[in-house]
């Protein structure tokens, strides 16, 4: 990791921490790909030739359903004398653990711990080396424009409309590159619309006569395991053949987006995009939200 050209020589990177935050899962291979993620972001940081930058202090936390969660891991950081803490969220697309519970728990740390410095780093998001990586995998599973390709990006889903539509900007993306099929639909797995068998019957009835299906997710876990079964039980019904494509995993261009989106939070530089944000605009049928903040994570 090359910190030397984007960071100020006197910041003390011994008294510096990341903090990975994860959301968890109740699928013990998950919880595994994450830690192992964390292990190779240490790994890197140990591998540098700037002794100053090898102090670097690494943690993680979860959101839900697995330990250390969020406060655990950040007063561990505070423990080991850390001064200053960049937290970084392991999101693809933005919803309410982006927007609530990363802010949230921030918000209670400081306040345990008036002395020390939190900030809060970009998502990984919409970014050209995640799309790259997710068309490499639709790649290995598609030969030609001309073969009749079709493909499904899932999502997790959620009842946020600007994380929903994050995936309909990655699917048009994918769409424009000239590795992957012209026919590229979003679907959800949870929470929202259209569901996994609606999408797959969409692409049918545009003549598709094979689909790719891509989990647009970064580890394992339950849903995954939900959108295997339903994809195979919709191929086994349609007599269309599904291909179904692994979760992101360690790939490498999540670890370079992790120390970018590191890099630009220290140097305060990090800006979110808030355009829609349901906190920020009054969205159609979520004017409500609007200036409101879950105060139950402050409990």
Sequence with gaps: MDLNNHTNHDINFSKTGIFIIGHGSQDQEAIKQFWELVDIIKNEILSSEDKNIKQLKVQGGFIEFAKPNLDEGLDSLVDQNIQTIIAIPLVLLGAGHLKDDGPVALAKARLRHPNVTFKYANAIGIHHLILDAFAKKIESSFESANDGTGALIVSRGSTDPDANSDLYKVARLLIERPDTPNLIEPAFVSLAEPEVQTGLDKLKSLGVNKIIAVPYF??????????????????????????????????????????????????????????????RWPIAGFESKVGTLNTDLLA
């Excluded at 339903?230 to 670890?255: F, H, K, M, Y």
């Design 218 to 279: 970064l580890f394992t876990g339950v849903l995954l395991n939900r959108i295997y079964k339903q994809c195979n039980d919709w191929s086994q019904n349609n007599a269309i053949p599904v291909s179904i494509t692994t979760e992101l995993g360690c790939d490498r261009s999540i670890i370079e987006v992790i120390f970018e989106r590191f890099k630009e939070a220290l140097l305060d530089s990090a800006h979110m995009n808030c355009d829609m944000c349901i906190y």
